[in-house]
């Protein structure tokens, strides 16, 4: 009897302990886990399309800590902040376009994280892709392509921003590898041309690519700012005339067209971010945030031609500066397309008109963001061949843009005219797509046009929206600084910081 | 690891394959007479069994007895207030014995893990709770009931709220990350989550388990201590039916209240910030008095509310069978408008003796609860999570205009609290809000258990059971067009709902074995067995939005269905165990008991799935010695010392994969695809976190009995804490799951138990508690010297220090003057009238927000002590119990000051900000600045201005009962009536009504990283009850 219990005992024992292994192995039926993804060319498919992703995130974030606008074009002398002492939730904001930011910031940390979020996802698909085999070897090219594209393009944000930053060209596995020392600028934009280079070579033309996806012209662009920035104009230029000769782009015939959305990755559009009206979470939000608050709800409803909108009482960011509004010239048909003003308090305030388009739901747009568009093409070639002591052949370029603004072409102009004639022109012509504080920076001329700015704010501050009595802090612009703090959050966990 | 279980196989065999050593012994008839040792008159009903059996029998009513035993079995016979006695029967078929007076519990029969023990024999940390001692308190959970009872055991209303916010912690336990709450187990099942849904009523005793040698045996689910919940079963001869019932009323006492301004002082205060930033005054603030009182919206909030209970209790023991059946009937209208908590309840308790070898037991335990609970809790932007409807409703309340109604006179509801073009935001009807919100919960949760137990030979146990526990709750929520958040678009809003359902099981088999033996003096059980459980959860959530109207509110007339906001959960964990323990004493007086767990758990990393939790503790007692004999002031006396590693497996199902999220979806042109990408980093190394706890205990009884006093001091030490480690997000990931660092955790704990009066007519017994917890920061992950928690009014958490310490500027006035404000260090906004800090870093300048900025730690959560006090009293016929719960030296950061001091003018605010700063001739009281600059500083900028003593000693429950008298032979065998207060009253410096409250932003419960926080919360309510007890 002992013994018969005694094995009895031990086949159950030694049945339950086989068998307990696999009892014991229970991974998640909700989501996958990364030991049985990146294994398909669907896999890779659907990696490629979450590294678009934190684009959005990027550049529709509103509020007091903003997205790209807010470093992009609120510290430029573009735009500025409209003082409402009944809402003071906005020191972000405001430090930001009165140069006094602190590395707790949090549009500082938006631009930073969004930005690395997309480079670990395009080195996720970096990694994997060529270990794994594809039905077609053609959609391998795209999206490594792509993937290469969109890491250039975070890191040259990055760069442009913050200067050295920690280079990740390889997926982070653990806490070891998760913080690197901060790489040389320099060396950051050899990486940049390594891979813009490289995915040049691997991205179809716009007119073989899914609209809205990342182009053989967007590479060719973004190769190109980055000589633009380097200077070095005559690569610039050559890279241009490719993206130039391709004949994928071209003008859109009228510049109110440029933000219809009807015209959404049109002829014109070398890279947008991409955005869905709607509630699947795509929706752009950005120009309500631009709206001069307070602001009734009838005065909502004006702006942004949805009826049932509904009243704001925060402040308003992005407002246009007097400084803008004069330097758009007389006749450009840009201006009234660009700006438009209402009357909120018994005064006429400006606000951005160019990216309002018509919604149903209040909130809810679907207008994307512009990020490369030919015109700054045809400028970026007229400003290199201009700077290679050729005025004369940056004039077709330059006057390409003009014509359409139904203005008057440049001709027979010095080198250094037509140098500001370029800049004034990129002013208006892409105001308020986050290019005039990286031109400043770019042309060496921030320091002085901004404290310049800062003077003019501060000695007639109603003339810059704030009610009577009131001004930026005394430390406003007195330290104009060109590139921006690594975010405190970062510097807390980076020993190399 | 292979040879490791093998090992413990071996073990487990062992302790089987004793079992038949033993031979089968002669049975014989054993006969005798109990008679009382002091009086010598016979001694009806004590118990007889046979030690190591169910076999039993109990005294006549002239104390004599009969039973059939092995020849040579142990006879133990106890009975209550007399001391148990073991008698070897040594083939003696007559046996006569007398019983001497014990006066207490000292040889009470103590729960302890999978078995119990006499009190005398217990080495560990261990306390038992009868809830007769609790009957008398009115309301729902079971751990409410136990506030101030237990020793060592901090348990705290974090909120009103009907049914919920109970927080338990035993010996300050805390992780950073997995859970802290204790292990619950009913009936020697471990649920899931707690026993908020389990009748009161349904319970026997509590028993909580907080040394590691108590708990090893519960292993990797141990580190929070355990909670022993043992239902009632038939236990009366006869049988016997009880009926109980109390009704009464509740209201939020008028101290604790938010001393907001009235409509004239507020339209006043609107009117000076006008003034004082030198523009026209608006014309709703030109004339203050016309307002009056105005409209006080915290008190609109709340009214006085009814409760009652119902439970029948019918039990009854037969021959063959036992059965104990209890239902019950739980119904709370909350204080706060549209809130309610009802339960219906049911247990049946059964067991079968099928021959003299088998024992069947079966119950079931099906509770349905219906619960409409608003979202009151956490700051006024807070949202009820995953969806965008309202939360914070009570902050949002008290911060609404005073001078704007929240009934029409005519009794209808406005739609708004607003005023166009003068309000900062746009403000819905709270009130309305709060009262046309739906979050109805109907919940069904069913325990169940069958066991079977069969004695094949004496001594030798061997028991196999599947229990399951079952759950099935259905959430509703419609937020209607009235209602609307914080900062979002005025009603009428789009009416929203959300539909989630929700279902559990958890099942669990267990077999065990035990064998009791004892060679002369040595006595020894031993216990070996295995256990296998799963839980499978699959949570679904619906989030519809686009209602054309209020009044449909099914999903086909959504006209949107969310889907970001809408998703499927599947959850599962797998266990499985093996246990054993060795308890051995020589003539119970030197104790040893040794005990070791094995997890194996799904949790785990597959490198680390499994983990051993060994125990070993020693008691001996010394009042047994011979040179303490004669002492006559000492009766009882005894020390203890235990020592064991446990653990914490709450670290998540699925916390050691690498996580792809898919859907991450993206839009080209204008359709939308599908989009994936690794979201978490995976760490297969991934493990529970250890717990190594000392534990020295001293027991004493003097004077008869009279005072027992028990003294603890515990020392843990919890490593491998799991961690999501911040790391740069230039990663792309914000954390990593890793286990790192090490919590200190020690204190002492006293408890005095005193029968002051012990006379016929007269008793009273004073029964004392307190307790110093303590805890440190021993190290955090490996460069990480800080962890923040409570969002920007942030605790810090850093090696050396105790956890969540609250991290801010101290506050230092106002700069008065010009003069003042030349002379002091100020922050970049900085102006005459705005708040002064002190510049702790000495850099001259106040900074805030970076690394080395001028925060410091400015108050700690934790308290100093903690105690409990209960008195009972009986005279007569007539009985009355106070009890009183307290925490001395914790600090409280009363964080809704971010609204209601909010000196912009966009909220109501406290009657005092009053005397803010105006003018340097008109400073105030140096408390608040002035309304026209930098206010944000005050506001966002976390300092000591926020901060209060949160001491309290809180009556918590004053009874009195009077008990008819009743004939012997009536059918009434008992019939009481009773009057109770409960939350009495609250002695304490903090000026809300619930110092215990603790909640994050968003009204959850808060973690052990940012405790204290008051973000506002549903007030506890005093409530009045009447009830009755009959006993047929």
């Given at each position: 009897?002992?013994?018969?219990?005694?094995?009895?005992?031990?086949?159950?024992?030694?049945?339950?302990?086989?068998?307990?292994?696999?009892?014991?192995?229970?991974?998640?039926?909700?989501?996958?886990?990364?030991?049985?993804?990146?294994?398909?060319?669907?896999?890779?498919?659907?990696?490629?399309?979450?590294?678009?992703?934190?684009?959005?995130?990027l550049y529709?974030t509103g509020?007091?800590s903003q997205g790209a606008w807010g470093m992009g074009e609120l510290t430029s002398?573009n735009t500025?902040?409209?003082?409402?002492?009944?809402?003071?939730?906005?020191?972000d904001g405001?430090s930001i376009a009165d140069f006094?930011v602190?590395d707790?910031n949090g549009t500082i940390s938006i631009k930073y994280t969004n930005n690395?979020?997309?480079?670990?996802?395009?080195?996720?698909?970096?990694?994997?892709?060529?270990?794994?085999?594809?039905?077609?070897?053609?959609?391998?090219?795209?999206?490594?392509?792509?993937?290469?594209?969109?890491?250039?393009?975070?890191?040259?944000d990055l760069v442009q921003f913050y200067g050295?930053?920690?280079?990740?060209?390889?997926?982070?596995?653990?806490?070891?590898?998760?913080?690197?020392?901060?790489?040389?600028?320099?060396?950051?934009?050899?990486?940049?041309?390594?891979?813009?280079?490289?995915?040049?070579?691997?991205?179809?033309?716009?007119?073989?690519?899914?609209?809205?996806?990342?182009?053989?012209?967007?590479?060719?662009?973004?190769?190109?700012?980055?000589?633009?920035?380097?200077?070095?104009?005559?690569?610039?230029?050559?890279?241009?005339?490719?993206?130039?000769?391709?004949?994928?782009?071209?003008?859109?015939?009228?510049?109110?067209?440029?933000?219809?959305?009807?015209?959404?990755?049109?002829?014109?559009?070398?890279?947008?971010?991409?955005?869905?009206?709607?509630?699947?979470?795509?929706?752009?939000?950005?120009?309500?945030?631009?709206?001069?608050?307070?602001?009734?709800?009838?005065?909502?409803?004006?702006?942004?031609?949805?009826?049932?909108?509904?009243?704001?009482?925060?402040?308003?960011f992005n407002?246009?500066?007097?400084?803008?509004?004069?330097?758009?010239?007389?006749?450009?048909?840009?201006?009234?397309?660009?700006?438009?003003?209402?009357?909120?308090?018994?005064?006429?305030?400006?606000?951005?008109?160019?990216?309002?388009?018509?919604?149903?739901?209040?909130?809810?747009?679907?207008?994307?963001?512009?990020?490369?568009?030919?015109?700054?093409?045809?400028?970026?070639?007229?400003?290199?061949?201009?700077?290679?002591?050729?005025?004369?052949?940056?004039?077709?370029?330059?006057?390409?843009?003009?014509?359409?603004?139904?203005?008057?072409?440049?001709?027979?102009?010095?080198?250094?005219?037509?140098?500001?004639?370029?800049?004034?022109?990129?002013?208006?012509?892409?105001?308020?797509e986050n290019k005039r504080w990286l031109?400043l920076v770019?042309?060496?001329?921030a320091?002085?046009?901004m404290?310049?700015?800062?003077?003019?704010?501060?000695?007639?501050?109603?003339?810059?929206?704030?009610?009577?009595?009131?001004?930026?802090?005394?430390?406003?612009?007195?330290?104009?600084y060109e590139l921006f703090p690594l975010p405190?959050?970062?510097?807390?966990?980076?020993?190399?910081? | 690891?292979?040879?490791?279980?093998?090992?413990?196989?071996?073990?487990?065999?062992?302790?089987?394959?004793?079992?038949?050593?033993?031979?089968?012994?002669?049975?014989?008839?054993?006969?005798?007479?109990?008679?009382?040792?002091?009086?010598?008159?016979?001694?009806?009903?004590?118990?007889?069994?046979?030690?190591?059996?169910?076999?039993?029998?109990?005294?006549?009513?002239?104390?004599?007895?009969?039973?059939?035993?092995?020849?040579?079995?142990?006879?133990?016979?106890?009975?209550?207030?007399?001391?148990?006695?073991?008698?070897?029967?040594?083939?003696?078929?007559?046996?006569?014995?007398?019983?001497?007076?014990?006066?207490?519990?000292?040889?009470?029969?103590?729960?302890?893990?999978?078995?119990?023990?006499?009190?005398?024999?217990?080495?560990?940390?261990?306390?038992?709770?009868?809830?007769?001692?609790?009957?008398?308190?009115?309301?729902?959970?079971?751990?409410?009931?136990?506030?101030?009872?237990?020793?060592?055991?901090?348990?705290?209303?974090?909120?009103?709220?009907?049914?919920?916010?109970?927080?338990?912690?035993?010996?300050?336990?805390?992780?950073?990350?997995?859970?802290?709450?204790?292990?619950?187990?009913?009936?020697?099942?471990?649920?899931?989550?707690?026993?908020?849904?389990?009748?009161?009523?349904?319970?026997?005793?509590?028993?909580?388990?907080?040394?590691?040698?108590?708990?090893?045996?519960?292993?990797?689910?141990?580190?929070?201590?355990?909670?022993?919940?043992?239902?009632?079963?038939?236990?009366?001869?006869?049988?016997?039916?009880?009926?109980?019932?109390?009704?009464?009323?509740?209201?939020?006492?008028?101290?604790?209240?938010?001393?907001?301004?009235?409509?004239?002082?507020?339209?006043?205060?609107?009117?000076?910030?006008?003034?004082?930033?030198?523009?026209?005054?608006?014309?709703?603030?030109?004339?203050?008095?016309?307002?009056?009182?105005?409209?006080?919206?915290?008190?609109?909030?709340?009214?006085?509310?009814?409760?009652?209970?119902?439970?029948?209790?019918?039990?009854?023991?037969?021959?063959?069978?036992?059965?104990?059946?209890?239902?019950?009937?739980?119904?709370?209208?909350?204080?706060?408008?549209?809130?309610?908590?009802?339960?219906?309840?049911?247990?049946?308790?059964?067991?079968?003796?099928?021959?003299?070898?088998?024992?069947?037991?079966?119950?079931?335990?099906?509770?349905?609860?219906?619960?409409?609970?608003?979202?009151?809790?956490?700051?006024?932007?807070?949202?009820?999570?995953?969806?965008?409807?309202?939360?914070?409703?009570?902050?949002?309340?008290?911060?609404?205009?005073?001078?704007?109604?929240?009934?029409?006179?005519?009794?209808?509801?406005?739609?708004?609290?607003?005023?166009?073009?003068?309000?900062?935001?746009?403000?819905?009807?709270?009130?309305?809000?709060?009262?046309?919100?739906?979050?109805?919960?109907?919940?069904?949760?069913?325990?169940?258990?069958?066991?079977?137990?069969?004695?094949?030979?004496?001594?030798?146990?061997?028991?196999?059971?599947?229990?399951?526990?079952?759950?099935?709750?259905?959430?509703?929520?419609?937020?209607?067009?009235?209602?609307?958040?914080?900062?979002?678009?005025?009603?009428?809003?789009?009416?929203?709902?959300?539909?989630?359902?929700?279902?559990?099981?958890?099942?669990?088999?267990?077999?065990?074995?035990?064998?009791?033996?004892?060679?002369?003096?040595?006595?020894?059980?031993?216990?070996?067995?295995?256990?296998?459980?799963?839980?499978?959860?699959?949570?679904?959530?619906?989030?519809?939005?686009?209602?054309?109207?209020?009044?449909?509110?099914?999903?086909?007339?959504?006209?949107?269905?969310?889907?970001?906001?809408?998703?499927?959960?599947?959850?599962?964990?797998?266990?499985?165990?093996?246990?054993?323990?060795?308890?051995?004493?020589?003539?119970?007086?030197?104790?040893?008991?040794?005990?070791?767990?094995?997890?194996?758990?799904?949790?785990?990393?597959?490198?680390?799935?499994?983990?051993?939790?060994?125990?070993?503790?020693?008691?001996?007692?010394?009042?047994?010695?011979?040179?303490?004999?004669?002492?006559?002031?000492?009766?009882?006396?005894?020390?203890?010392?235990?020592?064991?590693?446990?653990?914490?497996?709450?670290?998540?199902?699925?916390?050691?994969?690498?996580?792809?999220?898919?859907?991450?979806?993206?839009?080209?042109?204008?359709?939308?695809?599908?989009?994936?990408?690794?979201?978490?980093?995976?760490?297969?190394?991934?493990?529970?976190?250890?717990?190594?706890?000392?534990?020295?205990?001293?027991?004493?009884?003097?004077?008869?009995?009279?005072?027992?006093?028990?003294?603890?001091?515990?020392?843990?030490?919890?490593?491998?804490?799991?961690?999501?480690?911040?790391?740069?997000?230039?990663?792309?990931?914000?954390?990593?799951?890793?286990?790192?660092?090490?919590?200190?955790?020690?204190?002492?704990?006293?408890?005095?138990?005193?029968?002051?009066?012990?006379?016929?007519?007269?008793?009273?017994?004073?029964?004392?508690?307190?307790?110093?917890?303590?805890?440190?920061?021993?190290?955090?992950?490996?460069?990480?010297?800080?962890?923040?928690?409570?969002?920007?009014?942030?605790?810090?958490?850093?090696?050396?220090?105790?956890?969540?310490?609250?991290?801010?500027?101290?506050?230092?006035?106002?700069?008065?003057?010009?003069?003042?404000?030349?002379?002091?260090?100020?922050?970049?906004?900085?102006?005459?009238?705005?708040?002064?800090?002190?510049?702790?870093?000495?850099?001259?300048?106040?900074?805030?927000?970076?690394?080395?900025?001028?925060?410091?730690?400015?108050?700690?959560?934790?308290?100093?002590?903690?105690?409990?006090?209960?008195?009972?009293?009986?005279?007569?016929?007539?009985?009355?119990?106070?009890?009183?719960?307290?925490?001395?030296?914790?600090?409280?950061?009363?964080?809704?000051?971010?609204?209601?001091?909010?000196?912009?003018?966009?909220?109501?605010?406290?009657?005092?900000?009053?005397?803010?700063?105006?003018?340097?001739?008109?400073?105030?009281?140096?408390?608040?600045?002035?309304?026209?600059?930098?206010?944000?500083?005050?506001?966002?900028?976390?300092?000591?201005?926020?901060?209060?003593?949160?001491?309290?000693?809180?009556?918590?429950?004053?009874?009195?009962?009077?008990?008819?008298?009743?004939?012997?032979?009536?059918?009434?065998?008992?019939?009481?009536?009773?009057?109770?207060?409960?939350?009495?009253?609250?002695?304490?410096?903090?000026?809300?009504?619930?110092?215990?409250?603790?909640?994050?932003?968003?009204?959850?419960?808060?973690?052990?990283?940012?405790?204290?926080?008051?973000?506002?919360?549903?007030?506890?309510?005093?409530?009045?009850?009447?009830?009755?007890?009959?006993?047929?």
């Amino acid at each position: 009897m002992r013994k018969i219990i005694g094995i009895i005992t031990l086949i159950a024992a030694g049945t339950f302990t086989s068998c307990s292994e696999d009892f014991l192995q229970l991974p998640p039926e909700d989501s996958l886990s990364q030991t049985i993804f990146f294994q398909t060319q669907s896999d890779f498919e659907q990696a490629i399309n979450a590294t678009y992703g934190p684009l959005r995130d990027l550049y529709n974030t509103g509020g007091n800590s903003q997205g790209a606008w807010g470093m992009g074009e609120l510290t430029s002398d573009n735009t500025y902040y409209k003082y409402n002492p009944n809402y003071r939730a906005v020191q972000d904001g405001e430090s930001i376009a009165d140069f006094y930011v602190n590395d707790g910031n949090g549009t500082i940390s938006i631009k930073y994280t969004n930005n690395y979020l997309i480079i670990a996802r395009a080195n996720q698909i970096l990694a994997l892709i060529d270990e794994v085999e594809f039905d077609d070897n053609a959609v391998k090219d795209n999206v490594k392509g792509q993937a290469l594209y969109l890491r250039a393009l975070a890191y040259f944000d990055l760069v442009q921003f913050y200067g050295d930053v920690p280079l990740h060209l390889v997926p982070t596995t653990g806490r070891e590898d998760a913080a690197l020392p901060l790489t040389p600028a320099t060396e950051v934009y050899t990486q940049i041309m390594n891979d813009v280079g490289e995915a040049i070579s691997l991205l179809p033309v716009k007119s073989a690519q899914e609209a809205g996806r990342a182009t053989r012209g967007s590479a060719q662009m973004l190769l190109a700012n980055v000589y633009m920035v380097q200077e070095n104009w005559a690569s610039a230029e050559s890279t241009l005339t490719s993206l130039v000769g391709s004949g994928e782009y071209d003008l859109l015939g009228d510049y109110a067209n440029v933000f219809d959305l009807n015209n959404k990755n049109s002829v014109e559009s070398i890279f947008e971010v991409q955005f869905l009206e709607g509630t699947e979470g795509f929706a752009s939000t950005f120009p309500y945030n631009w709206m001069p608050e307070p602001v009734t709800a009838e005065q909502v409803a004006q702006i942004t031609g949805v009826p049932n909108s509904q009243a704001s009482n925060q402040q308003g960011f992005n407002i246009p500066t007097p400084d803008l509004l004069e330097s758009y010239e007389d006749g450009d048909l840009r201006e009234t397309v660009s700006i438009d003003s209402i009357d909120t308090d018994g005064t006429y305030y400006p606000y951005i008109k160019k990216f309002w388009t018509p919604h149903s739901t209040p909130g809810i747009t679907g207008v994307n963001w512009p990020v490369y568009r030919y015109a700054e093409a045809l400028l970026f070639m007229a400003e290199a061949v201009n700077e290679q002591g050729r005025p004369g052949d940056a004039e077709q370029y330059i006057n390409a843009v003009r014509t359409r603004a139904g203005l008057p072409g440049i001709t027979g102009v010095d080198q250094a005219t037509m140098r500001q004639a370029i800049m004034d022109e990129r002013r208006v012509e892409l105001a308020f797509e986050n290019k005039r504080w990286l031109d400043l920076v770019r042309t060496g001329t921030a320091q002085a046009v901004m404290s310049a700015f800062g003077d003019r704010v501060k000695a007639n501050p109603t003339d810059y929206y704030f009610p009577e009595g009131f001004g930026p802090p005394a430390a406003a612009f007195t330290n104009i600084y060109e590139l921006f703090p690594l975010p405190a959050g970062e510097a807390l966990l980076n020993p190399n910081f | 690891m292979k040879t490791k279980q093998t090992l413990w196989l071996m073990v487990l065999l062992c302790t089987v394959l004793c079992g038949f050593t033993a031979n089968a012994q002669q049975r014989i008839t054993v006969r005798g007479t109990v008679s009382d040792a002091e009086t010598g008159q016979p001694l009806p009903g004590v118990t007889v069994l046979e030690q190591g059996t169910t076999n039993g029998t109990s005294a006549d009513f002239d104390g004599n007895y009969s039973i059939e035993v092995n020849s040579n079995a142990v006879l133990t016979f106890s009975s209550v207030g007399y001391a148990a006695q073991n008698i070897s029967v040594n083939g003696r078929s007559q046996i006569n014995i007398s019983m001497a007076i014990d006066s207490q519990q000292l040889d009470e029969v103590v729960i302890v893990g999978y078995g119990t023990q006499t009190s005398r024999k217990v080495t560990g940390a261990v306390q038992q709770i009868d809830s007769e001692e609790l009957a008398d308190i009115p309301v729902p959970q079971v751990t409410q009931k136990l506030q101030g009872r237990l020793v060592g055991v901090q348990i705290n209303q974090t909120t009103g709220k009907p049914g919920q916010g109970i927080q338990v912690r035993v010996r300050g336990q805390a992780s950073i990350l997995a859970g802290s709450d204790p292990l619950y187990v009913v009936d020697g099942f471990p649920i899931v989550g707690d026993i908020s849904s389990i009748n009161p009523d349904e319970i026997e005793s509590i028993s909580v388990l907080k040394d590691a040698a108590s708990t090893s045996l519960y292993g990797s689910r141990a580190a929070n201590g355990v909670v022993l919940i043992t239902t009632k079963s038939g236990k009366t001869e006869q049988g016997g039916f009880s009926i109980s019932y109390y009704g009464g009323v509740q209201a939020v006492p008028q101290k604790g209240r938010p001393d907001l301004m009235n409509g004239t002082e507020f339209a006043q205060f609107k009117k000076e910030s006008f003034e004082d930033l030198g523009l026209p005054v608006p014309e709703p603030f030109q004339n203050p008095e016309q307002y009056g009182e105005g409209y006080n919206w915290y008190d609109a909030m709340f009214r006085t509310a009814p409760i009652q209970s119902l439970n029948i209790n019918w039990n009854a023991r037969g021959e063959r069978s036992s059965v104990a059946i209890v239902a019950g009937v739980f119904n709370q209208e909350g204080v706060m408008v549209n809130s309610d908590f009802k339960r219906y309840s049911l247990r049946a308790n059964s067991s079968f003796k099928l021959n003299d070898q088998l024992n069947l037991g079966v119950s079931v335990a099906p509770t349905y609860s219906i619960d409409n609970l608003p979202s009151s809790d956490g700051a006024f932007y807070a949202t009820n999570v995953n969806a965008g409807i309202p939360g914070g409703l009570v902050t949002n309340a008290m911060q609404t205009w005073p001078i704007l109604p929240y009934q029409n006179e005519d009794g209808s509801l406005p739609l708004t609290a607003w005023i166009p073009g003068i309000s900062a935001f746009p403000t819905p009807n709270w009130y309305r809000a709060a009262k046309e919100i739906t979050n109805e919960t109907k919940s069904l949760r069913v325990l169940g258990n069958v066991f079977l137990e069969y004695q094949p030979i004496e001594g030798l146990r061997l028991k196999t059971s599947i229990n399951g526990d079952f759950g099935n709750s259905s959430f509703f929520n419609f937020s209607p067009s009235t209602s609307s958040t914080t900062f979002a678009a005025l009603p009428p809003a789009i009416p929203t709902s959300i539909r989630r359902e929700s279902k559990y099981l958890s099942w669990l088999n267990e077999n065990t074995v035990t064998y009791a033996k004892s060679f002369g003096d040595h006595n020894f059980e031993l216990l070996g067995g295995m256990s296998f459980q799963k839980y499978e959860a699959d949570n679904s959530q619906l989030f519809l939005s686009n209602f054309p109207d209020d009044r449909v509110r099914t999903i086909q007339s959504a006209l949107n269905i969310d889907r970001t906001r809408s998703f499927n959960n599947i959850n599962e964990w797998s266990l499985t165990s093996f246990f054993s323990r060795l308890n051995y004493d020589y003539k119970g007086k030197y104790l040893v008991t040794f005990a070791l767990r094995r997890d194996g758990s799904s949790r785990f990393g597959s490198n680390n799935r499994w983990g051993n939790f060994p125990s070993v503790s020693a008691g001996w007692v010394f009042s047994d010695e011979s040179f303490l004999e004669n002492t006559d002031w000492l009766t009882f006396g005894k020390v203890r010392a235990s020592y064991g590693i446990i653990g914490n497996n709450n670290i998540g199902n699925y916390t050691q994969y690498a996580l792809v999220d898919n859907s991450l979806n993206a839009v080209f042109g204008n359709s939308i695809s599908s989009g994936a990408a690794v979201t978490t980093l995976g760490n297969s190394n991934l493990g529970w976190e250890k717990t190594k706890q000392i534990d020295l205990g001293l027991d004493l009884r003097f004077f008869d009995d009279r005072v027992e006093f028990i003294y603890d001091y515990y020392k843990k030490n919890t490593t491998d804490l799991l961690f999501n480690v911040n790391i740069p997000q230039e990663s792309g990931f914000t954390n990593f799951n890793d286990n790192v660092g090490e919590l200190e955790f020690w204190g002492h704990e006293f408890a005095i138990v005193s029968r002051n009066i012990a006379k016929e007519n007269f008793t009273w017994n004073t029964n004392f508690n307190i307790a110093f917890n303590r805890n440190k920061v021993v190290s955090l992950a490996e460069g990480v010297d800080r962890i923040f928690a409570g969002g920007g009014y942030a605790a810090i958490t850093r090696p050396g220090e105790p956890l969540g310490q609250f991290w801010g500027l101290i506050h230092d006035g106002v700069y008065d003057n010009q003069q003042e404000f030349d002379s002091s260090p100020k922050a970049v906004e900085s102006q005459v009238g705005t708040i002064k800090f002190q510049d702790v870093n000495g850099d001259g300048v106040i900074t805030y927000g970076n690394e080395n900025d001028d925060r410091t730690v400015i108050g700690n959560p934790f308290p100093d002590y903690i105690f409990g006090l209960t008195n009972d009293f009986r005279f007569g016929n007539w009985d009355a119990s106070v009890v009183i719960s307290g925490s001395v030296g914790n600090d409280i950061a009363v964080t809704n000051d971010q609204g209601t001091t909010n000196l912009d003018g966009v909220f109501n605010v406290l009657r005092d900000v009053k005397d803010r700063w105006r003018s340097p001739e008109n400073p105030g009281s140096g408390r608040y600045g002035k309304t026209t600059g930098a206010t944000f500083m005050e506001r966002d900028w976390f300092s000591s201005r926020f901060i209060e003593d949160g001491s309290y000693l809180t009556v918590k429950n004053i009874s009195l009962g009077y008990s008819f008298p009743v004939k012997e032979t009536s059918f009434l065998k008992k019939a009481r009536l009773y009057a109770s207060v409960q939350q009495a009253f609250v002695l304490t410096g903090y000026r809300g009504v619930n110092p215990e409250i603790s909640t994050t932003t968003q009204g959850q419960q808060s973690n052990a990283l940012a405790l204290g926080y008051d973000w506002g919360a549903y007030p506890v309510p005093r409530t009045y009850t009447l009830g009755f007890n009959l006993s047929f």
